[in-house]
């Protein structure tokens, strides 16, 4: 695949996910601040730079949200013991009841757009997205080299 297909891919992946985005109604946060809990969720012990590399967040915005989210009681920081001294990050039990009801939204509102596919279309949007994932790994790996080195299963 060029990467003229790849960028043209992109544009309307992320087309797809504004739609989305649009969507997501869950009072007082974001989808940005919904991606990073679920990052964090999903790789407890993980510090900010390994999720800025993740998902190509900037820096400041990153932390921004990152203060909101402990702030609200979501996320925690905890100053690892020993060398390097890095902050892990962690979900709170209330950050996972609250991920869980996002989950739950964004699961909502995927399956009402796309029920109104025809069968066939819903076929083909499968291939397409099939196809962009296979794109996207050769463009961008699953995970930082950060995140593969403690996670023996990626």
Do not use: W
């Not at 390097?84 to 950050?95: A, E, R, S, Y």
């Not at 109104?116 to 076929?123: I, P």
């Not at 499968?126 to 080195?149: R, T």
Request: charged share 30%; hydrophobic share 35%; aromatic share 8%.
């Amino acid at each position: 695949m060029s990467d003229d297909s790849v960028k043209e891919v992109l544009r309307k992946f992320y087309r797809v996910i504004a739609i989305f985005s649009r969507d997501f109604r869950y009072p007082g946060y974001t989808l940005n601040d919904a991606v990073v809990l679920g990052i964090v969720a999903r790789h407890p012990g993980i510090i900010a730079s390994n999720i800025s590399e993740y998902c190509a967040i900037d820096r400041g915005y990153l932390s921004k949200t990152l203060k909101k989210l402990e702030s609200r009681g979501l996320v925690d920081r905890e100053l690892q013991n020993r060398p390097p001294f890095k902050k892990l990050l962690n979900v709170t039990p209330l950050g996972v009841q609250i991920y869980n009801e996002i989950e739950e939204l964004v699961d909502r509102s995927v399956d009402e757009h796309l029920s109104v596919l025809s069968d066939d279309e819903m076929r083909g949007f499968q291939n397409e997205i099939f196809a962009l994932l296979q794109s996207l790994n050769k463009v961008v790996p699953d995970y930082p080299d950060s995140i593969k080195k403690d996670r023996p299963d990626v």
